[in-house]
């Protein structure tokens, strides 16, 4: 659950604006995502008002650090509003063009941001809602959390900066998560990185108690650690992924998605079997462009600057709503939901590796 503790009442930052809440306590800005009946997805007005109170604490000396959320009890952020994307370029808006701009540079600017962020990670964090916590200093998920980058399933790419911080999972994890887009828990976003501590659910409220009472001193980063070192663990047991971490780096590690799946197939040892073919079952479900492009770039990202992988998802973002799968996996899947949704091409064995590479023509890294 998000705490409800006993503090003032969270002020909307406008008599308009409540889907972004915002407050100061004992000298940390609290930031509260606030649709919790939409799973707190982005909108490109909550993207402006989380940038606009973070520009303004940045300022702010009165203000050490902030603490990002979602409210309600089931996500911090399940992604972008994807339905407000679809019907913007359906009606020839520029909605989907500005949005995607403008949450780069929110997600950068938090990458970047000089004052120590504390992201609580509970319930699902999915999409742009990784793109959020992935730049915070101190990533704190809970038995309740659900991290997924599940974007290939709507015929869509990790985006993000998920080009950056996937690909700098250990070993093929990252190329595993973003190419399958399956969903893990606690101690497998531990052991990958995607978050640092782990604190129970039910200690939310416990957490906001100490924040609210925590002394100040030189450095903000060291106090907030402290009081998480009371609560909170940063490793857990029996993480899943360490068991299939050498099939996974095997089997992810293999040129192209074709020969993933073949290979996967082609399993026999009892203990990888079922895993195997149920991997193999899931990638025929994604989008083939999305896993083919969501390949190369993350491999591509391996050498990249943070900028750099921002920039190149944003060229591909700029051809994908008109030569991507994504306008048809959302069709399918949110506006018809017949679930079966046309790809383009239809069959990975269709998937040339000529029209992969067409998308990252034209595109050049900063040299940073």
């Known amino acids: 659950m998000t705490a409800e503790v006993s503090s003032p009442v969270i002020q909307p930052m406008d008599a308009t604006q409540n889907d972004v809440l ?18 707190n997805a982005l909108t490109l007005d909550m993207v402006r008002n989380l940038q606009r109170q973070l520009d303004a604490w940045a300022q702010d000396a009165a203000v050490h650090a902030v603490v ?45 941001y ?51 911080f996937l690909s700098r999972v250990p070993g093929e994890l990252g190329i595993y998560l973003g190419v399958s887009g399956v969903q893990i828990r606690a101690a497998d976003a531990l052991y990958c990185g995607l978050a640092n501590w782990c604190l129970a659910s039910d200690k939310i409220a416990a957490l906001d108690e100490q924040l609210d009472q925590m002394e100040w001193h030189d450095a903000p980063l060291k106090d907030l650690q402290g009081v998480l070192a009371g609560l909170a663990v940063q490793q857990l047991p ?24 073949e290979q996967l197939r082609a399993v026999t040892v009892a203990d990888s079997h079922d895993w195997a073919l149920a991997t193999a079952d899931l990638l025929e479900t994604r989008s083939p462009l999305a896993m083919g492009v969501t390949l190369e770039m993350l491999r591509r990202g391996r050498h990249l600057s943070l900028e750099d992988c921002f920039a190149l998802e944003l060229h591909l973002d700029r051809q994908w709503f008109e030569r991507g799968d994504l306008i048809e996996g959302v069709r399918a899947l949110l506006i018809d939901k017949d679930k079966t949704p046309r790809w383009n091409p239809p069959t990975l064995q269709a998937l040339s590796a000529g029209h992969v590479a067409s998308f990252f023509e034209g595109f050049e890294q900063s040299g940073s």
Do not use: W
């Open 22 to 39: 915002a407050e100061v306590r004992n000298h940390i800005g609290h930031l509260t995502l606030n649709r919790p009946a939409g799973l």
């Open 68 to 112: 990002l959320r979602g409210a309600g009890e089931k996500a911090f952020c399940a992604g972008g509003d994807i339905r407000s994307l679809y019907d913007s370029f359906k009606s020839g808006d520029s909605l989907h063009q500005d949005f995607f701009v403008e949450e780069y540079a929110l997600d950068l600017a938090i990458h970047h």
């Open 114 to 164: 000089r004052k120590p962020v504390l992201a609580l990670m509970d319930g699902f964090v999915l999409g742009g809602g990784m793109g959020l916590v992935q730049g915070a200093d101190l990533r704190v998920v809970t038995d309740k959390s659900r991290l997924a980058m599940p974007e290939v399933g709507i015929g869509y790419f990790p985006d993000v900066g998920g080009s950056y």
């Open 238 to 261: 029996d993480a899943p992924l360490i068991a299939l971490r050498p099939a996974i780096d095997h089997f992810f590690a293999l040129p192209d998605v074709p020969s993933m799946v």
